[in-house]
């Protein structure tokens, strides 16, 4: 039986989510269900997005945008059922900041050098801890960068296992819990088979 994978949200917003789930043999499920989807459905995807409000981890409005604060409340009530219920859980960008801030840590409002170009994702290099996700992607390797904002202090529980030149965390991971982030995006990766690699792995639970 195919493992379902629930995102927030409807498939017109989200196609590459699901055929990126899709791609390593999972069903994507979408609704706007605040109850009961951490009981239905195997695995939590949380995607990009706006910015998450700043209130959220105690700090004023200095540079966030595209705020959608029915989204943050329903994706943290989902993020408190799924680690509830110990069932895989994968943020993805804005997804990765989620996950931090639900856990207790906190955000860089704004960075510089890794927003998208005009015609598309920025491109830039990661090294990688030895880390089940560092099995996946190797030592090295470029990924593609899109965000504004990015994890500062650390949430409880979560370590840091990907990191950019300039030291902002591009992949993390909860020490107990199948809980993984990247702050890149598999979902539009030009290498397809790492996005399976990843997403088949989170599929299995091997966090």
Known sequence: MRKTVYIWGSAEQYPRYRAWVESAGGRAVFGDASQGPGALWDALLLPGGGDLEPWRYGQGNAASRGLEPERDEAEFQLLQEFTAAGKPVLGVCRGLQAINVFFGGTLVQDIPGHGAWEDGDRVHGVRTAPSPLGALCG????VNSAH???ADRL???LQAVQWAGDGVVEALCHRR????????????LRDRSLGRRLMGAFLEGRG
């Not at 819990?177 to 539009?188: G, K, N, S, T, Y």
């Open 148 to 150: 504004h904002q990015a």
């Open 139 to 142: 030592g090295s390797l470029a």
């Open 155 to 157: 949430g409880g529980g």
């Open 177 to 188: 819990l199948p809980v993984w982030a990247v702050q890149w995006h598999p979902e539009r």
